[in-house]
Nanobody, 123 residues
Framework: QVQLVESGGGLVQAGDSLRLSCAAS????????MGWFRQAPGKEREFVATITWIGGSTYYTDSVKGRFTISRDNARNMVYLQMNSLKPEDTGVYYC????????????????WGQGTQVTVSS
């Protein structure tokens, strides 16, 4: 069993930066691929970024490439999402997730989810 707790969300202006954090419990955290997803009001949950269990490979959705960076610190059981040059369309609830096997962009492939943290970007 893995528990995930997100933090770092808030209300910011367009062009600002935020760093989201996800704290994980469980001794096997370093063996899991991790992902970040978001859900805007009235829309489906969508993939944002993922990082492999080793941390040497990352993948991002097109709309955040060049602006967001996913990283992990296995010694501290933490995963991060650094968000720069934020836009109003980045607004939504952000979730971190973990999967025991493989890695990918589908919500259905992830086994554990955090409670979410709200990010609101004003224009």
């Amino acid at each position: 069993q893995v528990q995930l707790v997100e933090s770092g969300g808030g209300l910011v202006q367009a062009g600002d930066s935020l760093r989201l954090s996800c704290a994980a419990s469980g001794r096997t955290f370093s063996m899991y691929a991790m992902g970040w997803f978001r859900q805007a009001p009235g829309k489906e949950r969508e993939f944002v970024a993922t990082i492999t269990w080793i941390g040497g490979s990352t993948y991002y959705t097109d709309s955040v490439k060049g602006r967001f960076t996913i990283s992990r610190d296995n010694a501290r059981n933490m995963v991060y999402l650094q968000m720069n040059s934020l836009k109003p369309e980045d607004t939504g609830v952000y979730y971190c997730a973990a999967r025991r096997e493989g890695w990918g962009t589908s919500t259905q492939g992830y086994d554990y989810w955090g409670q979410g943290t709200q990010v609101t970007v004003s224009s």
